[in-house]
């Protein structure tokens, strides 16, 4: 079983920055891979970034690519969302998820663990 543990959502104004936390416990030897997803009202959820723990390319959505960066410190089971340049449109839930494959990581069902998600709200 492996638990993941969200941090540092909140109110920012647009063009704001902001970073979110994901801590990783239990078996993490056996994820893979990492990564974010977000949902807004009335929308499907949808995929942000991934990364392999083993390091490699990070992936990216095309509407957050050039302004969010994904990175990993492997030593402290931690993942983090560098979110810059943020707009309204990026308001959302975000969901930090883990992942035993490494491809197919923008798809939701390719992750077995979810957090418990955090608001993000940019306001205009």
């Known amino acids: 079983q492996v638990q993941l543990v969200e941090s540092g959502g909140g109110l920012v104004q647009a063009g704001g920055s902001l970073r979110l936390s994901c801590a990783a416990s239990?078996?993490?030897?056996?994820?893979?891979?990492m990564g974010w997803f977000r949902q807004a009202p009335g929308k499907e959820r949808e995929f942000v970034t991934a990364?392999?723990?083993?390091?490699?390319?990070?992936f990216y959505a095309d509407s957050v690519k050039g302004r969010f960066t994904i990175s990993r410190d492997n030593a402290k089971n931690m993942v983090y969302l560098q979110m810059n340049s943020l707009k309204p449109e990026d308001t959302a839930v975000y969901y930090c998820?883990?992942?035993?494959?490494?491809?197919?990581?923008?798809?939701?069902?390719?992750?077995?663990?979810w957090g418990q998600g955090t608001q993000v709200t940019v306001s205009s």
């Open positions: 998820a883990a992942s035993t494959s490494i491809s197919g990581l923008t798809e939701h069902t390719r992750y077995s663990y």
């Open positions: 239990g078996r993490t030897f056996s994820v893979y891979s």
């Open positions: 990364i392999r723990w083993s390091g490699g390319s990070a």
